[in-house]
T-cell receptor, first 111, second 116 residues
Framework: GQNIDQPTEMTATEGAIVQINCTYQ??????LFWYQQHAGEAPTFLSY????GLEEKGRFSSFLSRSKGYSYLLLKELQMKDSASYLC????????????FGGGTRLMVKP | EAGVVQSPRYKIIEKKQPVAFWCNPI?????LYWYRQNLGQGPELLIR????????DSQLPKDRFSAERLKGVDSTLKIQPAELGDSAVYLC??????????????FGPGTRLTVT
């Protein structure tokens, strides 16, 4: 089984930087995903990490440390449209393409 | 390319009534997933199909939930009879083995079910 923890809510200011953390415990790690979900909409893929290190994609970056069971999503130059829930999901190596999601972090960006 | 299509988008029913949700995955995606998402929580997998075969249904409450993907393309998820606790958003997702790097899952907009 897996245990995935992320903060429930965060608030940040437009133009600032915010880091959303995710810790996990799993028996067979095979990748970590970050998804963005606006209220009432489908989750959309943001990033994928399977090796340690930082993956950068525009204003969004994701970091992974497998030894620590830790990842973070970094959002730079925050915009109002970044207000959404951010879901951390872990794939186990022996479970096909099954993802286990954390509860999500609801980010509110204020002017 | 069309995304994952789900219908209906919203459904309100009384408890003990049956309800069905339909999903059409992205063309060519062999893997299809049904998730349930409660308010303020992450999606929880109910069932996963590889083509027409259900390969993981351990989280599906089999006393009242059923699913099928007869021709390995679109899928139906049914609840009979519905209970108050079934109120949630039911998400469908699909992925392709051709995407060997990530096997990224693409989600549909979901069906928001309210049981009264």
């Amino acid at each position: 089984g897996q245990n995935i923890d992320q903060p429930t809510e965060m608030t940040a200011t437009e133009g600032a930087i915010v880091q959303i953390n995710c810790t996990y415990q799993t028996s067979g790690f095979n990748g970590l995903f970050w998804y963005q979900q606006h209220a009432g909409e489908a989750p959309t893929f943001l990033s994928y990490n399977v090796l340690d290190g930082l993956e950068e994609k525009g204003r969004f970056s994701s970091f992974l440390s497998r030894s620590k069971g830790y990842s973070y999503l970094l959002l730079k130059e925050l915009q109002m449209k970044d207000s959404a829930s951010y879901l951390c999901a872990v794939r186990e190596g022996n479970a096909g393409n099954m993802l286990t999601f954390g509860g999500g972090t609801r980010l509110m960006v204020k002017p | 390319e069309a995304g994952v299509v789900q219908s209906p988008r919203y459904k309100i029913i009384e408890k003990k009534q049956p309800v069905a949700f339909w999903c059409n995955p992205i063309s060519g995606h062999n893997t299809l997933y049904w998730y349930r998402q409660n308010l303020g929580q992450g999606p929880e997998l109910l069932i996963r199909y590889e083509n027409e075969e259900a390969v993981d249904d351990s989280q599906l409450p089999k006393d009242r939930f059923s699913a099928e993907r007869l021709k390995g393309v679109d899928s139906t998820l049914k609840i009979q009879p519905a209970e108050l606790g079934d109120s949630a958003v039911y998400l469908c997702a699909s992925s392709s083995r051709r995407d060997r790097t990530t096997y990224e899952q693409y989600f549909g907009p979901g069906t928001r079910l309210t049981v009264t």
